[in-house]
């Protein structure tokens, strides 16, 4: 459908759809769909039919032709024919579910790694420090021990004074920022036992 001013065909008449002027004396025929009503009946199926055509044109945002294509596969036209068949914005939004799942279980999987690995790390880590505190317990026994030792004799003041001194160094081996060098090799531990 287009207006008369832009058509590039020769006029006919829109009651009987014969090329003539004048008043039409013929029964009315459609030039359109061959039934027997003007060509500018708004009940004219084919009328009807580029109506829809426009309205889905507009709503799905579609050529005309593209418009015209869906239409023309199905011989009985309606609407909801219209929007099933207009596949290509169903085949997109597939496409885009089943990569966006993949994507998912990609992301997934690779927290779900790193959290392994953090987890891994942590164990390590605490297994560590549980030595290092075993190692601290165990040699603070051992000079607590020698410390008793010394304290059980009499003495006199001048290796009070000496004892004092000793006592300083041994309180050094105890400051947080100090940690003995045999605490760093790995077979401490197990030395330490076996002795």
């Keep these: 459908m287009h207006p008369s001013r832009v058509c590039e065909k020769t006029t006919v008449c829109p009651s009987c759809g014969e090329i003539h002027s004048g008043i039409c004396q013929v029964p009315q025929k459609c030039i359109n769909c061959q039934g027997e009503h003007s060509a500018t009946s708004k009940g004219c199926p084919f009328y009807i ?3 829809n055509i426009m309205e889905l044109k507009c709503r799905n945002h579609l050529t005309t032709a593209e418009k015209r294509r869906i239409c023309s596969q199905s011989a009985t036209f309606n ?3 219209a929007v099933k068949a207009n596949t290509p914005i169903n085949v997109i939004e597939g496409q885009i579910n089943e990569k966006m799942e993949t994507m998912v279980l990609k992301m997934n ?4 790694s790193i959290v392994q690995t953090i987890n891994a790390k942590m164990e390590q880590q605490a297994n560590m420090l549980v030595g290092m505190f075993e190692r601290l317990v165990e040699s ?3 000079n607590l021990t020698a410390i008793n030792k010394l304290g059980g004799e009499t003495i006199s003041p ?3 004074k000496k004892r004092s001194t000793i006592f300083a160094k041994h309180l050094e081996v ?3 920022s100090y940690i003995p060098e045999e605490w760093e090799a790995s077979d401490y531990r197990s030395s330490s036992k076996t002795e």
């Design 109 to 112: 999987e690779k927290i779900e």
């Design 174 to 176: 105890f400051s947080t």
């Design 79 to 81: 609407y909801a024919a």
């Design 49 to 51: 039919k580029e109506q």
């Design 158 to 160: 001048s290796r009070k």
């Design 140 to 142: 603070l026994l051992q």
